[in-house]
């Protein structure tokens, strides 16, 4: 007969509990706290500093230790280390705080990065720093959302940058080649998505070489396929109309 | 004293002879600018109490913060000695190495300059490089010991212990004087040896060489320092008192009755006063006795200094009254006896009088000018003066003679530009009104008044307004108009006092100067014999010329005086003056020559000592505010000598300063006058390439790898290729075979690395690689046919074979030929090889110029070219640019797709026609001009929230691809990505590098400090690759390289370590593999003994890879607590 005595009592803190269901049975770990993403990453090797113990639990709080005959139905084993891997990659589990802080911050930089790389400053025509944008997204007290892509959440701080700052998605440059017959009717068409016509050239065929804004892109593509069939050809010359090499103030 | 009056000094100015261009140089804190505060007092611009303490020529407010000069400034003193008149033209210069390109641009202007000396400190390394600076601009230097006080009241030194110290401190001067003298004529004689070589070589038989190195045949009495000479002066300029070895003979010469030129020669040296004999005795020391010049001077200093000091009241009298002098009582009565003394002191010795007839007396006037400075001025670089045209050398005499004739062709070099606030120009200062101002003011403000009260009449009586009473309705519209002019004009006047005025810091070397002149404008480059073909003889600025580069046309707008912190309008400036021209803003970066004879060359250009080195990357706290960043660094630019600013491609605002000091300044400069902003100071972005290398033999403990280790290794290898995904085959060679989502098509890439001279020559010739790119292009845009210069065709054809020569051995055969592309950028220096059967498209279209065949790869060529370009523009490691990295396609099977093209086909017949048009556009089409979907899908790469897969297939659609274009999106773009991840894959699984980008870093140091520079050098990951000693000096110059990552603060750390007797010059030079890897885990046994099983030693390419992935916001595989017991105890709550 068992007696309860305090003393063996083992005491869990920061407790990070990972949990998953088996055979109609809820099986939980301890685990440390900010240990079990680095884990899974595989950044984190030793898996002495990722378990509090090695035992699986029924229910961590209540320190409620799982049979050994669930175990075997529900694994088909009784090793318990070999079970809780099992369990640390593929239970779920609450996201610790600094976890969450370094994803949220490495998607804020993400985010920034890739505004850096699709952007231009208007005026120079040179892109603007990761750290500057950074920066500008924290005077919009623009906030990362976790669950959205970290692409589609940067087109949405490039439309709310423009507010603040002068910036611009930098421009394709395009070559569209139009039979003369369509060429006039679909010029009218195409010039609200154009942003500059740098050259046009008009004998036997229509000729234009246009910067346009790359959301525009597939727009463009689609109207002269549809209004040429398939006669007049597009063509990009660059997908960045960006400043090369670097500039010497003079 | 009287302020001298302006008229005076342009009068002055108009004799050559009693013109002296002087600047004060030192090392920093010797007491320069006081002195030039001292010689300021003694005409009368500032008080003669506040001598010493205003340093009236540190105008700016860091300058007075800091209490150090920042920028060198002019200004004009008269003189008199004598019965003759003299017009000093002094600039002051900063003595701290980062200003010491001010330092330059001060020496040039002058004729001479006094080196002034902390009597304790001694020789000091500025002190060096001035002494350097103004010997390789050949001017006269005179030296002023400053400071003499502290071996007085400091050290408490006996006056024959500061006799020996002083002589201490003019032997090491001289000393440097003489490395110099001697390292310059080693060099002449080097030069004359390089010479008459060829001769020497022909002629046979027996030669006494010759030992003298033409030393003794070169006379250097007349460079050295030496009181007897006149051009030493004793002085402590804080106290104001100061005299050179002839004041005191010629006191003595009457009271002991010992001829004045006796003493002249005997007051300095070791001789003494046989007083019984009262005749001048040589070798003091070996009797005992006091040298004269302790005897006669410094007992006497001393003595007053302790009768001051000790405040022995009856002592002091009894001195004051055998001196002849007068001392308030206020001064006499003051708590700081050091007022006492200067009272004394400044009018017993006074200072401005003894370094002032030094400088008349010792230092050349602008007519002197020696014929060997003229050369030295108009030779640029390497050309010898008789390679100038003959109207250029006759020039030489124009300067020789420094005339002021109208006739004279006009020569003025501007040094530098400062900037200058609007309101303090003269034009803009506040004069007295004149009375018709006053009433045209006095009747504004009357109507203004009238127009008040009409209009308050009109509120209380709107109903009347509405009446329509005109009038009154006009009236006070018409008070809103002038109240919006008023504003208006109010604004501008506000604009144009923010606006920095620039002015040229110049001097005229020949002829007049006047207000409203045209003049040419010569850039550094130009070159006077080619203007002198082109243009007409005689001609002038006015006249309408045909450009010429490097030439331009202004007009001098303004003259001014410089004086300190003010200016002085002139309407002219004869030749041999220092002057501020304003009004070349716009022609003028940082400095120009000017003339009014095209023949002119322009001036040598200015020598600076340090060059800049500290970079830092400048942004504004605002991002809104760049425009204003961007004028302020332009403004920035041209206001600073050093300072270099550029924009990067990366978008980066990079200011190069030469030391943290200028930076600081820099920094300031752009807050506060020229962009008006607040910005944020940032190391800048380093940039890293990505490689591959062979695998290496031996392990990092030195063992070489043999078959048991080797396991292990291949073991670690295996655990590398765990990352790649199923679905991706990897042979033990490195062949990374995979297919399309679709898996419709299947490509086999290799990655291989080129051999290091490859790279180097794809390097070198990205240009004509992009030429090379855009004439095929447009060779296979048949519309567009331009034809190829032959020249470019021969140099491809060099290249090709140069190529061939480097590419040698089994792996690489018939390479050349199969080469597809470059990339990134389709220039880089990456290489992309086709080895599968059946398809060839190569980079050589342009040498045979055939017709391609059609093939069933062709429509999809671009595809995986543009992929290949996309994986080597961001390598796997950091996202960094490849290098150096030859990929191989090895099979590229399509045969499936084929199939379904074939039944797509049959499928859809009226999709045919158009299907079968578009084919043969595509034959024609060249593969840049064909993307019209590849480039689609590139785009979708790049930007996938764009392309939705439902729009693209949409898109697909209509060009007959619907097959093709399933559930994974359209073929082609599918072949992009699926070339891409395999060149990666295939960079994976070899053993990746990074490399760095690397400094060459010149340091010249003395011996004293090689080791602290060797430590330095060590600490920062640098490798010295050669050391050798500068002839004729103790100067050893050391060059190393230095990876850019580890050069932040590089400059400034051995600066400080060196006690900045170690000057470093960094240029880029190339990159460089970094040996370890990234990657790198311990896995043989030896391994794990030496490193242990973490390797908690640094590993220098991953801390820079880590460093990339974090500043790009990659994942870094870092654990975000490192021991999971160690964290913060949360919820104890039992």
């Not at chain 1, 234009?208 to 727009?219: A, N, Y």
């Not at chain 2, 429509?859 to 996202?879: H, K, R, W, Y």
């Not at chain 2, 595989?1117 to 490192?1122: A, G, L, R, S, Y």
């Amino acid at each position: 007969m068992s007696i309860f005595t305090p003393t063996n009592q083992i005491r869990l803190t920061n407790v990070a509990v990972v949990r998953t269901r088996r055979a109609g049975k809820r099986f939980e770990i301890a685990c440390y706290r900010n240990k079990v993403m680095g884990w899974r990453s595989g950044a984190e090797k030793d898996i002495d500093e990722v378990l509090q113990t090695n035992t699986v639990f029924v229910n961590v709080s209540k320190g409620q230790v799982a049979k050994k005959e669930d175990l075997v139905k529900a694994f088909g084993t009784d090793d318990q280390t070999e079970i809780c891997k099992i369990i640390l990659t593929k239970g779920e589990l609450q996201v610790s705080d600094k976890e969450r802080h370094t994803q949220l911050e490495q998607m804020f930089r993400d985010i920034a990065t890739i505004v850096a790389e699709k952007c231009v400053n208007p005026e120079t025509k040179r892109p603007y720093t990761v750290i500057l944008i950074e920066r500008a997204m924290k005077d919009i007290h623009y906030s990362v959302k976790p669950n959205k892509s970290t692409k589609q959440q940067a087109l949405e701080v490039i439309r709310q940058l423009k507010e603040t700052m002068q910036i611009e998605r930098a421009h394709m440059r395009l070559r569209f080649i139009l039979p003369a017959k369509e060429g006039k009717k679909l010029k009218e068409k195409l010039k609200p998505l154009i942003k500059v016509i740098e050259s046009e050239d008009f004998d036997e065929q229509l000729e234009i070489v246009c910067l346009i804004d790359p959301g525009c892109f597939r727009e463009i593509d689609e109207l002269i396929r549809c209004e040429t069939k398939g006669k007049g050809s597009l063509e990009v010359l660059s997908l960045k109309d960006v400043e090369e090499g670097d500039e010497k103030f003079e | 004293m009287v302020v001298t009056s302006l008229e005076k000094m342009i009068g002055l100015q108009r004799e050559p002879t009693s013109i002296r261009n002087i600047c004060i140089l030192a090392h920093v804190d010797h007491g320069k600018t006081t002195l030039a505060d001292c010689l300021i007092s003694s005409n009368g611009i500032i008080s003669n109490r506040l001598a010493g303490k205003l340093r009236y020529l540190d105008s700016r407010e860091d300058e007075q913060i800091r209490g150090i000069t920042m920028k060198s400034s002019a200004i004009s003193l008269h003189f008199e000695k004598g019965n003759q008149e003299y017009l000093i033209n002094l600039i002051d210069s900063p003595g701290h190495v980062d200003f010491s390109s001010e330092v330059s641009t001060a020496v040039r202007l002058c004729d001479g300059c006094i080196i002034v000396l902390d009597a304790v400190e001694g020789v000091c390394p500025q002190t060096q490089a001035v002494l350097r600076q103004a010997w390789l601009e050949n001017i006269r230097p005179v030296l002023v010991i400053n400071k003499i006080d502290r071996l007085i009241v400091e050290l408490k030194l006996t006056p024959q212990e500061a006799y020996s110290h002083l002589k201490n401190i003019l032997e090491q001067v001289n000393a440097i004087t003489g490395a110099l003298f001697t390292s310059k004529v080693l060099e002449e004689r080097a030069e004359k040896e390089t010479e008459t070589q060829g001769i020497s070589d022909s002629v046979h038989g027996d030669q006494v060489y010759d030992w003298s190195a033409g030393l003794e045949d070169t006379d250097d009495s007349h460079l050295y320092f030496s009181p007897d000479q006149g051009n030493v002066v004793f002085a402590s300029a804080i106290d104001g008192w100061g005299f050179g070895i002839e004041h005191f003979a010629k006191l003595y010469s009457q009271k002991i009755g010992i001829k004045h030129a006796v003493l002249l020669k005997t007051l300095w040296g070791d001789y003494y006063l046989n007083t019984k004999a009262k005749k001048i005795m040589k070798g003091d020391q070996s009797k005992g006795k006091k040298p004269l010049f302790v005897q006669l001077v410094l007992d006497n200093i001393w003595s007053l200094y302790e009768a001051v000091l000790k405040r022995d009241k009856e002592k002091i009298d009894k001195i004051v009254t055998s001196l002849g002098l007068k001392v308030g009582a206020r001064e006499s009565r003051h708590a700081d006896p050091k007022v006492h003394l200067n009272a004394i002191c400044s009018q017993w010795l006074p200072i401005s009088q003894a370094v002032l007839s030094m400088v008349c007396s010792k230092l050349p006037s602008p007519l002197d000018i020696t014929a060997e400075r003229v050369e030295k001025l108009m030779c640029v670089g390497a050309r010898t003066f008789d390679s100038l045209p003959p109207e250029t050398q006759e020039l030489k005499k124009m300067f020789m003679k420094c005339s002021s004739e109208d006739t004279a062709p006009v020569i003025v070099f501007v040094s530098k530009m400062f900037a200058v606030d609007f309101k303090t120009l003269p034009c803009n200062k506040p004069r007295p009104l004149t009375q018709e101002v006053i009433a045209q003011r006095r009747e504004l403000a009357r109507r203004r008044h009238a127009e008040k009260l009409i209009a308050s009449q009109g509120q209380e009586l709107p109903e009347q307004a509405l009446s329509g009473n005109e009038s009154e309705l006009t009236e006070p519209r018409g008070q809103e108009l002038t109240s919006q002019t008023e504003s208006m004009t109010l604004k501008t006047v506000e604009q144009e006092a923010d606006k920095e005025s620039f002015i040229a810091f110049a001097r005229v070397f020949s002829g007049v100067v006047r207000r409203g002149q045209k003049i040419f404008v010569l850039g550094p480059k130009y070159d006077p014999a080619e203007s002198l073909n082109k243009l007409p003889s005689g001609c002038s600025a006015a006249d309408d010329l045909p450009s010429i580069p490097h030439m331009a046309c202004c007009t001098l707008e303004n003259l001014y005086l410089l004086m300190g912190r003010g200016l002085e309008d002139l309407e002219e400036v004869p030749s041999g003056n220092v002057l501020g021209i304003g009004g070349l803003q716009e022609f003028v970066l940082k400095s120009a020559t000017l003339s009014t004879s095209p023949a002119c060359p322009p001036f040598t250009p200015l020598n600076f000592e340090a060059t800049p080195i500290v970079r830092v990357a400048v942004e504004p706290k605002h991002p809104s505010e760049m425009p204003q960043l961007v004028r302020g660094m332009k403004l920035l630019n041209q206001a600073d000598p050093c300072v270099q600013v550029l924009i990067q491609e990366t978008g980066e605002h990079v200011l190069v300063t030469a030391g943290e000091v200028h930076l600081q300044r820099c920094l300031d400069d752009l807050k506060e006058r020229f962009a008006k902003i607040q910005i944020s100071v940032s190391e800048p972005i380093i940039p890293f390439r990505e490689t591959i290398t062979r695998p290496p033999k031996v392990d990092m403990v030195n063992e070489e790898i043999g078959k048991q280790q080797k396991v292990a290794v291949i073991h670690q290898a295996k655990e590398d290729q765990n990352k790649i995904p199923e679905g991706v085959q990897v042979d033990s060679d490195g062949l990374i075979t995979m297919s399309t989502p679709n898996k419709y098509a299947t490509l086999s890439v290799r990655a291989m690395p080129l051999p290091e001279e490859v790279t180097q020559l794809l390097e070198e010739n990205s240009d004509l690689i992009r030429t090379m790119e855009q004439f095929n292009s447009s060779l296979n845009e048949d519309k567009k046919m331009h034809e190829i210069n032959q020249k470019i065709l021969d140099r491809i054809q060099e290249f090709k074979q140069k190529l061939e020569k480097n590419l040698q051995g089994r792996k690489w055969r018939n390479a050349v030929d199969q080469i597809w592309s470059f990339g990134p950028r389709k220039c880089g220096p990456n290489i992309l090889l086709s080895k599968f059967e059946g398809y060839r498209k190569t980079v050589w279209q342009c040498l045979d110029k055939t017709t391609k065949e059609v093939s069933k790869y062709r429509d999809f060529d671009n595809s995986i070219v543009s992929g290949f370009q996309l994986a080597t523009l961001s390598g796997p490691m950091c996202e960094e640019p490849l290098m150096g990295v030859c990929f191989i396609v090895e099979k590229w099977d399509m045969s499936k797709a084929e199939e379904q093209m074939s039944a797509n086909r049959q499928d859809s017949e009226e999709l045919d026609a158009t299907e079968q048009t578009k084919n043969e556009d595509k034959v024609t089409s060249l593969p840049s001009s064909y993307p019209t979907e590849s480039s689609s899908e590139n785009k979708k790469l790049q930007d996938g929230s764009q392309g939705s897969p439902n729009s693209s297939e949409k898109s697909s659609k209509r060009k007959g691809e619907t097959l093709l274009a399933d559930c994974y999106g359209p073929f082609s773009g599918q072949l992009i990505a699926t070339m891409k991840e395999a060149c990666r894959y295939a960079l994976q699984v070899k053993p990746q590098r990074l490399m760095a980008a690397m400094y060459t870093c010149e340091i010249m140091a003395t011996a004293e400090v090689l080791g602290r520079v060797y430590a330095v050098l060590s600490k920062r990951e640098g490798r010295v690759l050669q050391e050798e000693m500068k002839e004729g000096t103790d100067m050893f110059i050391i060059k190393a390289v230095l990876p850019v990552a580890e050069s932040f603060g590089f400059a400034d750390e051995i600066r400080k370590r060196t006690s900045g007797l170690a000057s470093p010059q960094l240029v880029f030079s190339h990159w460089e593999i970094i040996s370890g890897d990234p990657f790198w885990v311990p896995t043989t046994e030896e391994e794990y003994l030496h490193f242990g099983e973490k390797a908690d030693s640094e590993n220098q390419a991953r801390k820079y890879m880590n460093a990339v992935r974090k500043r790009k916001g990659l994942y870094v595989e870092e654990k975000i607590v490192e021991h999971a017991e160690k964290q913060r105890t949360l919820s104890r709550n039992k």
